[in-house]
Structures are given as structure tokens and as C-alpha cells.
């Protein structure tokens, strides 16, 4: 029993990490349609912040606003002079620019902090555990899964009841008629990207005890994000929360259980599902 | 072959510029031979791993399916030969060769089976979720495949019972430099015969060639299949030169780099393939020894400025540019 709770506790927290990196992933790949591996690579920029604002005495709450606001100052220009290019570009070009952008970001990251692992302090606050009367759960953990729900309702709120989600929405549906409805969809697009840049911000420091920082993140968890958005089906918020609890679990279950298979398991997972549900599990539901 | 389809002036002409380039690989083999007599060991390494790019060439450019776990052939390939030599005694290169072609094939199959049930996106995934599954298995199954030390304790016998494997691997790059041209032979044959037509015809219009009454399907599978034989020989070849086989071999990155390398140089032409890994694995060797820190960075450079200014890749852009010379005058 006891085993079964921190399994389902770590598997929760690890799921709603995932899913706070992956939803800015799933907002470029499902609303504006690019491929971008680059985006571990954004995640790690934003840890890595953190991390120096972190230790040079700010607080974490400011570590975490920095981080998410120099990522997305660094990412505006990329979107402007690299990303524009490839929209509505094929699959192989756009993997292979993104692939490009995270090899740069790997080796500046590598060559500016050096190879060591970063840390981001955790505050007072959220060190330690709390008692649930049944059993203790550390803090962190609540934390990252409080994260992952807010993230998850403020960005529904956002692309369904504002009018900038409506914006947002027209013109994905239509970019040209938004156009010349007098939605500025350069401004929307690199608004949107600028947002998603900063969530994978947000994702990479607060998932920064469960995805160690290191110059090669962008590369490790480059294909866990884009498997995740993948099997949720692009651009959709319950799709990828779903995916990312599901992966989420199956992966901590696996390592916790039959440890030696290391990631044969999340693998495997993802193969049925994708072969099942093609356009992802959110495709499913829009389907019927 | 396909001269009924087509006057006979165009079918010479292929055969005469098939002729020059297999003339092109046979002097780069030579040349590569006396120019670099110490950096033999290199050599075979690009001539394996361009037996790769050229795999990935026959999937991702003349059927359309881009890919993202190449390398699970090829290290099907590299592990069906060292597994035949370290547990079972075949230590014949020729046996091995053919070994290593016959699991890349099967990989081929397998890889094509599940990578065929999707498109786009879906598609690349499965391909990324494939190769990881076979990197898993082949770390699981350390009793057989060394697990992540490697399998070691390969060591072929003289190739034909007369050439030895010598330590400057000299026998061994005149091998891979055989096998290639038998390969590259085989692949023009292939890829301009009726099923290389219809291969290409599916990359443009897979409707259209269904609406025919041809087997869209069945045609991509056979070509995994072939494109799995081709990298299976590539695999077996670095487990012959290296004699040891590494989880590296099935890793995401040679697939991501396989890819890189075929877009470097072109996709959708053998010769593209061929002058994308000599560019890269030059350009690797030569900017990892004067700086490794930048590496990663120069290679990321070299990809954007590819996807940015040549799209066709170097080969694709310089044949343009040719033709346009020629038209002009």
C-alpha cells in the first residue's frame, strides 16, 4: 500500500512536470503548426536562469519570473528571424532547423556554464514533507502538481474566454481571413510562441528536481516531449494532460517495478497508442 | 530495363552517367586509399555509415517517409553479425556480411510493419519510439549483446580464406569500399526500375497511385525491406572493421545524424546521400579535433544555413544550378 501511494505520488508529480514543459510545445505544434524539437532546449535556458538568479539571492518566486521572461525575450528574435520561415514548411524541415537551433543552444549552454549539473534551491517553504494523516508526501511534489493544475486551467481560460484566445483560434483556423478580419496574426503568432517558450520556462525550473539540469537536457527530453504532445494530440489541453498522466505513470511504474527495462516500457506504450489512436488521444474525442 | 517506356537516348544517357559515377566512387576509393593511409579506420567508418544514409535515402527520399530511427537497422545489422561471430562461431566476412543483411532486412520488415500504420507526425514518432525500443531490448539483453560495454570477441577470419584483416585495416576498407559499389550497383538498378518508379510516384501522390490500382502499402513495406538489407550490409561491415559492437549503433542520435547527413547532401539521390556523409563525417572529424567544445554549435550552424539557403542539400542545389547554366547557354 505504501509503496502504491508514493508510486501514484511520484507518477502524478512527474506526469504534471511533463505536462507544464509540453503544453507550450503543444500550443507551437497543434495552433501553429511547427514541429519543434528546439523546445527541451527553451526549458533548459529558462532552469539555467533561474538557476544564477537563484543562487546570486533572489528568491524563487523571482527566479521563476526571470526565467520565464529571458527566455522569451531570447526566443522572440529566433521566432522572427528562424521560426517564420518554416511555418507551413514539411516535417522533415522543420525537424531538421529545430534540430539545428537545440544543437547551437547544447553547445553555447555547454561551452558559456560548462557540463556541470544546475541546481535551483528550493525555497524553505516546500523543502521537507507534509502529513496527510495517512501517510507524508513531500512538498515538492504537491507543489509541481498544483503547478501543472494551474497552468492547465489558466491556459483554458485563456485560449477559450479571452479575446486573445479568440484571436488565437481564428486564426488558426484561417490565418488569411483572420487577416483581413484585422487580427495582426504576426503578433498573434509570435505571442503565442513567446508564451509557449515561457511555459517550457516555467516547466524546466519547477521540474528541475525530477529532470536534473545539464547541457544535454534539450537533448535527452526532446523526444519525451514531442512523444507526449504526440500521442495527446497537438494543440489540445485535456489531450496532453491526459498523455502526460498516462506516460507519466506508466514510466514511474516502470523504473519503480522492472528497473533494468529502463524506458522499454514508455516505448513500447507509445507505440500501441499511437498505432491506435493515431491523431493522438484527443483526436479520438473530437472525432465522434 | 525501363527502355520500353522510354527512347533510348535518355536510357544511354543514365547509363552512361551511372557509369561515371560508379567511375567517381572507384577513384575516391582509391584516392581515399593513398591519401590517407593512416586514417584508413575513418574511411570505413564513412563507407558504413554512407551504406546507412543510403537506407534512409531509399525510405525518406524516394518513398516520402521521414524517419527519425534509422539506426535500429543498421544495428540490427551490426548485431546480427557479432552476435553470428561472439556465440556462434561464423566468423566468415562473407557469412557475416550476409548475416548482418539478412536481420537488417528483418528489422526493415518489423520497423516497416509499425512505422506504415501512420503519417506525419504520428509517423515520426513511431519511428523515434521504435529505435528506442530497440535500444532498450539490446540493453536488456546483455547475455547476447554485451548490454552497454559492447559485444566483443569478434574476430572474422581472412576474407576469402587469403586476405587477412590487418591492423592498418587495410583488407577491410578495400571490402567496404567493394561492398559499396555492389551496393550502389544494386540500388540504381532498384531505384530505377518499374517499383523504384512507383516509389516515386507514391512520394508525390499516394492517392493517385492507389487511385491506379497500385499497392501503396506493399510497395513502401519492400522498400523498408530493401533499405533494412542495405543498412543491415552497413552494420555488419562496422561490426567487421571495429569488431565490437556498441548500444551507439542503435542509438536516436546516428538516426538523427543519418538524417542530417542525407539532407546535407540531397535527398532523393544516391549521389546526394554518398556526398552528404563524406561532408559531414569531414566536417565532424576535422572540427572535433581543432575544437570539441564547438562542435555540437558548428554542426547546429551548418543545419540551419542547409534548411535556410540549400534546401536541395548540396547535391540537389549544385545539379540545379548546373542545369540552369546549361539551359542559359
Known amino acids: ?288 | 530495363m525501363t527502355a520500353i517506356s522510354q527512347p533510348a537516348g535518355q536510357s544511354f544517357n543514365r547509363t552512361l552517367s551511372g557509369l561515371v559515377g560508379l567511375a567517381a566512387i572507384v577513384g575516391c576509393g582509391v584516392a581515399g586509399y593513398f591519401l590517407f593511409p593512416d586514417n584508413l579506420a575513418l574511411l570505413t567508418r564513412i563507407v558504413a555509415v554512407a551504406l546507412l544514409v543510403l537506407s534512409l535515402d531509399l525510405v525518406t527520399g524516394y518513398c516520402g517517409i521521414a524517419t527519425l530511427g534509422h539506426a535500429a537497422l543498421f544495428g540490427a545489422g551490426a548485431y546480427g553479425a557479432g552476435i553470428a561471430a561472439a556465440h556462434f562461431g561464423v566468423v566468415s566476412p562473407l557469412a557475416m556480411t550476409g548475416i548482418g543483411l539478412a536481420a537488417g532486412a528483418v528489422a526493415g520488415l518489423i520497423s516497416g510493419v509499425v512505422l506504415l500504420r501512420a503519417h506525419g507526425l504520428a509517423q515520426l514518432v513511431l519511428s523515434i519510439a521504435v529505435v528506442h525500443l530497440f535500444h532498450e531490448a539490446a540493453n536488456k539483453a546483455s547475455g547476447w549483446t554485451g548490454g552497454s560495454d559492447g559485444l566483443s570477441g569478434i574476430s572474422p577470419d581472412p576474407l576469402l580464406g587469403l586476405f587477412e584483416f590487418d591492423l592498418w585495416g587495410r583488407t577491410v576498407y578495400v571490402y567496404a569500399v567493394v561492398l559499396l559499389v555492389i551496393v550502389f550497383v544494386l540500388l540504381r538498378f532498384v531505384v530505377h526500375s518499374p517499383f523504384g518508379m512507383l516509389c516515386r510516384g507514391i512520394r508525390e501522390d499516394k492517392v493517385r497511385v492507389h487511385a491506379m490500382g497500385a499497392s501503396v502499402h506493399g510497395a513502401q513495406l519492400r522498400m523498408f525491406v530493401i533499405s533494412g538489407a542495405v543498412a543491415g550490409v552497413g552494420g555488419a561491415l562496422n561490426a567487421i572493421s571495429t569488431q565490437v559492437v556498441g548500444l551507439d549503433s542503435l542509438s536516436f542520435t546516428l538516426s538523427a545524424e543519418a538524417l542530417v547527413m542525407l539532407v546535407l547532401g540531397g535527398v532523393g539521390s544516391l549521389y546526394g546521400a554518398l556526398i552528404g556523409t563524406v561532408a559531414f563525417m569531414w566536417f565532424e572529424d576535422v572540427v572535433s579535433a581543432a575544437n570539441p567544445f564547438h562542435w555540437l554549435t558548428m554542426v547546429g550552424v551548418l543545419l540551419i544555413a542547409v534548411v535556410l539557403f540549400a534546401p536541395r542539400g548540396l547535391y540537389g542545389s549544385a545539379a540545379a544550378l548546373l542545369t540552369r547554366g546549361s539551359g542559359r547557354r
Not at chain 1, 500500500?1 to 503544453?23: E, K, N, P, R
Request: with cysteine; hydrophobic share 55%; aromatic share 12%.
Open chain 1, 1 to 288: 500500500m505504501q509503496t502504491v501511494l508514493s508510486i501514484a505520488v511520484d507518477a502524478l508529480a512527474y506526469g504534471m512536470v511533463l505536462f507544464v514543459i509540453s503544453i507550450g510545445l503543444s500550443v507551437t505544434m497543434g495552433l501553429m503548426r511547427v514541429i519543434n524539437l528546439a523546445h527541451g532546449a527553451f526549458a533548459m535556458v529558462g532552469g539555467y536562469c533561474a538557476s544564477y538568479v537563484a543562487h546570486a539571492g533572489f528568491g524563487y518566486g523571482i527566479a521563476i519570473v526571470a526565467a520565464m521572461v529571458a527566455t522569451a525575450i531570447i526566443a522572440l528574435p529566433l521566432e522572427r528571424l528562424l521560426y517564420r520561415r518554416i511555418y507551413g514548411a514539411s516535417e522533415l524541415t522543420q525537424v531538421l532547423m529545430t534540430i539545428g537551433i537545440t544543437f547551437c543552444v547544447i553547445g553555447l549552454v555547454n561551452y558559456i556554464f560548462g557540463p556541470t549539473l544546475k541546481t535551483v534551491p528550493l525555497p524553505e517553504a516546500l523543502r521537507g514533507s507534509v502529513d496527510l494523516g495517512f501517510r507524508s508526501v513531500a512538498k515538492y511534489r504537491l507543489f509541481a502538481i498544483l503547478c501543472g493544475l494551474i497552468v492547465a486551467g489558466g491556459l483554458w481560460y485563456l485560449i477559450e474566454r479571452t479575446a486573445f484566445g479568440v484571436r488565437l483560434r481564428a486564426t488558426v483556423d484561417n490565418a488569411n481571413m483572420a487577416a483581413s478580419l484585422g487580427v495582426r496574426t504576426q503578433i498573434v503568432y509570435a505571442a503565442s510562441f513567446a508564451l509557449a517558450v515561457a511555459l517550457a520556462a516555467f516547466g524546466g525550473v519547477v521540474g528541475s528536481e525530477l529532470l536534473p539540469l545539464e547541457p544535454y537536457y534539450a537533448l535527452r527530453y526532446m523526444v519525451t516531449f514531442l512523444v507526449v504532445v504526440s500521442v495527446g494530440g497537438p494543440g489540445s489541453i485535456p489531450g496532453a494532460l491526459l498523455a502526460c498522466l498516462l506516460l507519466g505513470a506508466i514510466d514511474t511504474i516502470g523504473r519503480y517495478l522492472a528497473p533494468e527495462y529502463g524506458e522499454f516500457f514508455f516505448y513500447l506504450a507509445v507505440i500501441v497508442i499511437v498505432t491506435l489512436f493515431p491523431r493522438g488521444l484527443a483526436g479520438r474525442l473530437k472525432k465522434q
